[in-house]
């Protein structure tokens, strides 16, 4: 059976603590059969996605982050190169049901099959993308939603009788980690790093915003976006090309 190393956005354990809370007494044998395997997936988040001094966790693909099509990625990904020869063996699917303003370039999708192959041909070694994959971004949605399903794990924790405290400290690190990694005081708001160069993006996205779920966030910086500010990108490219946007 095939299978890939790509992953998505860590929203199954909030998934599964509001499945679990409309169970009733059900849900006890729930949390404890599906706990200790959402434990794992962020335990594997820790352990061989986090990169930089401030131990966030890296995407190596934009389709690991929910916003395939982002801004936020131009910079990173127009540094891989794009060879339109893949197509040769390669077909686009989107083609059929998507019309050529709401879809990437055949050179950003040329961009997106380099990328996957490189991952599997290196057996989806992750010490290996963290060290020499092309595209390597730390993204302020995905280490947000990370921080959000620990607290969702706190929660699933107590009800199948496991310890939640190691949870809750992780979402304490993981926002801490946010603001001092990701927070940008000039554009108000949280942006994406790349994390080969160490420089963030300039572009404003609705990833920025995701912290904003977030308990631990500090009130100053929540209280920045009750503010009038400039408009904030859309992650679709779509959006950016029709001239339509997106308001905090």
């Given at each position: 059976?095939?299978?890939?190393?790509?992953?998505?956005p860590p929203v199954h354990a909030l998934a599964a603590a509001a499945v679990t809370n409309q169970l009733g007494r059900d849900g006890l044998d729930f949390a404890r059969r599906i706990y200790p395997l959402l434990a794992a997936q962020n335990?594997?988040?820790?352990?061989?996605?986090?990169?930089?001094?401030?131990?966030?966790?890296?995407?190596?693909?934009?389709?690991?982050?929910?916003?395939?099509?982002?801004?936020?990625?131009?910079?990173?990904?127009?540094?891989?190169?794009?060879?339109?020869?893949?197509?040769?063996?390669?077909?686009?699917?989107?083609?059929?049901?998507?019309?050529?303003?709401?879809?990437?370039?055949?050179?950003?999708y040329a961009r997106y099959i380099r990328l996957a192959l490189s991952y599997r041909d290196h057996d989806y070694d992750d010490d290996w993308v963290r060290a020499e994959a092309e595209f390597l971004v730390v993204d302020p949605a995905f280490?947000?939603?990370?921080?959000?399903?620990?607290?969702?794990?706190?929660?699933?924790?107590?009800?199948?009788?496991?310890?939640?405290?190691?949870?809750?400290?992780?979402?304490?690190?993981?926002?801490?980690?946010?603001?001092?990694?990701?927070?940008?005081?000039?554009?108000?708001?949280?942006?994406?790093?790349?994390?080969?160069?160490?420089?963030?993006?300039?572009?404003?996205?609705?990833?920025?915003?995701?912290?904003?779920?977030?308990?631990?966030?500090?009130?100053?910086?929540?209280?920045?976006?009750?503010?009038?500010?400039?408009?904030?990108?859309?992650?679709?490219?779509?959006?950016?090309?029709?001239?339509?946007?997106?308001?905090?």
């Amino acid at each position: 059976m095939a299978t890939t190393g790509i992953i998505q956005p860590p929203v199954h354990a909030l998934a599964a603590a509001a499945v679990t809370n409309q169970l009733g007494r059900d849900g006890l044998d729930f949390a404890r059969r599906i706990y200790p395997l959402l434990a794992a997936q962020n335990t594997y988040l820790g352990d061989r996605r986090t990169v930089g001094p401030h131990g966030l966790a890296a995407v190596v693909h934009p389709w690991e982050a929910g916003l395939d099509n982002s801004p936020a990625w131009d910079d990173p990904l127009h540094v891989v190169p794009a060879d339109l020869g893949l197509f040769d063996t390669y077909t686009r699917r989107d083609v059929g049901h998507a019309g050529a303003g709401e879809r990437p370039t055949d050179e950003d999708y040329a961009r997106y099959i380099r990328l996957a192959l490189s991952y599997r041909d290196h057996d989806y070694d992750d010490d290996w993308v963290r060290a020499e994959a092309e595209f390597l971004v730390v993204d302020p949605a995905f280490n947000a939603l990370w921080a959000w399903s620990e607290l969702a794990l706190a929660e699933l924790a107590e009800r199948a009788g496991a310890e939640p405290g190691p949870h809750l400290a992780e979402a304490d690190r993981i926002t801490s980690a946010l603001i001092n990694g990701l927070w940008s005081e000039r554009l108000g708001m949280f942006v994406a790093r790349d994390a080969r160069t160490g420089q963030p993006h300039s572009e404003r996205t609705v990833a920025g915003l995701l912290p904003l779920v977030l308990p631990g966030l500090p009130e100053h910086l929540s209280q920045r976006w009750s503010q009038p500010r400039p408009e904030t990108r859309s992650g679709r490219r779509t959006m950016r090309s029709t001239g339509c946007r997106a308001s905090p």
